[in-house]
């Protein structure tokens, strides 16, 4: 009922930018958090930032003064603009949604199929 939508990924130098879209689509009630993770080969994967319906965010102390997670409510979209890239920023970035299909105030958590992003010179 619920499908994320990833893109913008993509190859960048370092200290370049890249911004990603999540855009929510189906029978959605209603949208809580919204966030974005990654997972680097071998690696777990990790919370990057999230985003509350209120607009409160927190990000990874990894990506603190260089990423910056916003939503647009009305679009069920959120982006993930990410400056001063790193090769260590490599990985696979997933969007998130706490989402409730029903109107009952029950969320559960879908996920995108994720997007590449590569930071190499």
């Known amino acids: 009922q619920v499908q994320l939508v990833e893109s913008g990924g993509g190859l960048v130098q370092p200290g370049g930018s890249l911004r990603l879209s999540c855009a929510a689509s189906?029978?959605?009630?209603?949208?809580?958090?919204m966030g974005w993770y990654r997972q680097a080969p071998g690696k777990q994967r990790e919370l990057v930032a999230y985003?509350?319906?209120?607009?409160?965010?927190k990000n990874a102390d990894s990506v603190k003064d260089r990423f910056t997670i916003s939503r647009d409510n009305a679009k069920n979209t959120v982006y993930l603009q990410m400056n001063s890239l790193k090769p260590e920023d490599t990985a696979v970035y997933y969007c998130?949604?706490?989402?409730?299909?029903?109107?009952?105030?029950?969320?559960?958590?879908?996920w995108g199929q994720g997007t590449q992003v590569t930071v190499s010179s």
């Open positions: 189906g029978s959605i009630f209603s949208i809580n958090a």
């Open positions: 998130n949604a706490e989402a409730d299909v029903t109107g009952d105030r029950t969320y559960y958590d879908y």
């Open positions: 985003i509350t319906s209120s607009g409160r965010t």
